[in-house]
């Protein structure tokens, strides 16, 4: 599972999971924050992402740092020990996932960083082509003119 669908299914999961341990319905929820009921169903759902403006939302309605809710799997936290969540206190994540979740994000930073530089030298090969064409057209042309000169000459 790539990063961005990890966010993806973690912060919709962890929607839903701490709007029900709330005992609230989408419609609840959808009232008391004022975004719209199929904006919060596709948030859980992993459909879209939400705005910063509406994650604070969230993270100040159910008291859990933003952060927590993009990359902690919250369910699996209360399951393990039911870890009570206060705003702006992380989540216990034991030093092994941490480390994982950070290798994981440079793995990608480093997979986009070669692509980009796949992406460049491509672009350079493909100028020099560029380049390489429009030299030999010009010797044709060159040619070309030359063969027209000669041809004048055969005329006057």
Known sequence: MDISNKTEYFFGNNLRFLRKSKKMTLLGLSETLKIS???????????TLPGLDVVQKFSDFFEIPIDDLYNSDIPEFYKKGGLKIKKRKALNIDNETAAEFENEKYSFNIKLLNQKLESTQLQIQMLKQL?????????????????LEEQLKNFS
Not at 131 to 147: G, V, Y
């Open 37 to 47: 009921k199929s904006a919060i169903s596709d948030y859980e759902i992993g459909k």
């Open 131 to 147: 380049l390489d064409s429009r030299e030999a057209e010009n010797k044709t042309l060159k040619i070309n003119i030359k063969l």
